[in-house]
């Protein structure tokens, strides 16, 4: 069974930008949650979708937004790109509810100069 | 508000050695305490978790445990090995505000010497 697939793995932007970031959840699973992780503020919670519907949000800018398909692959965007910005976005799948067991993807490595 | 503690930030052990790791939550309603390894380059992985009306779960060298009333739950992992090297995160659900998120630990980063 694959697992949990996002893209791109590295990404460069310049501040001002947007960015979309992509994840495929393990093949079966309805929830898709995003995660921030940098050195500083570790692994923080942006978002949770199962069936096309945001469930929960965590405490970010409305600069930072998603969506989920109905094949359950999300995407998640964030405009208007700043320094702070840059950090591993992890993408993790699962069954049912949004917070257990969470199979984490490799993660989008996002670096904004 | 919704906090989770985690303690040492580093650790270092000899080869066959004991590693503990332990965490404290501020929302005594949580209900779900995983903990994930996370090797370079890599995503988190669960390795193990417990739900709070269980006081202790095992899975061969790991093993979990919860104190509800003091609010914290350690990790242990017996006859460690080099592979076990990795930066450890405990996580809390923070159910009393029905988020359905995790909030995590900052880490422990585990160096086993051979």
């Known amino acids: 069974k694959a697992g949990v697939t996002q893209t791109p793995r590295y990404l460069i932007k310049t501040r001002g930008q947007q960015v979309t970031l992509s994840c495929s959840p393990i093949s079966g699973h309805r929830s898709v949650s995003w995660y921030q992780q940098t050195p500083g503020q570790g692994l923080q919670f942006l978002f949770e979708?199962?069936?096309?519907?945001?469930?929960n949000k965590g405490n970010f800018p409305g600069r930072f937004s998603g969506r989920q398909f109905s094949n359950s692959r999300s995407e998640m965007n964030v405009s208007t790109l700043e320094l702070g910005d840059s950090a591993l976005y992890l993408c993790?799948?699962?069954?049912?509810?949004?917070?257990?067991?969470?199979?984490f993807g490799s993660g989008t490595q996002l670096s904004v100069l | 508000g919704e906090n989770v503690e985690q303690h040492p930030s580093t650790l270092s052990v000899q080869e066959g050695d004991s590693a503990v790791i332990k965490c404290t939550y501020s929302d005594s309603a949580s209900n779900y305490f995983p903990w994930y390894k996370q090797e370079l380059g890599k995503g988190p992985q669960l390795i193990i978790d417990?739900?709070?009306?269980?006081g202790e779960k095992k899975d061969q060298r790991i093993a979990v445990t919860l104190n509800k009333t003091a609010k914290h739950f350690s990790l242990h992992i017996t006859e460690t090995q080099p592979e076990d090297s990795a930066v450890y995160f405990c996580a809390a659900s923070p159910f009393s505000s029905n988020t359905g998120k995790l909030i995590f630990g900052q880490g422990t980063t585990l160096q086993v010497k051979p």
């Open positions: 979708y199962f069936s096309e519907t945001q469930r």
């Open positions: 993790a799948s699962s069954l049912g509810q949004g917070y257990e067991k969470l199979f």
């Open positions: 417990i739900r709070s009306n269980v």
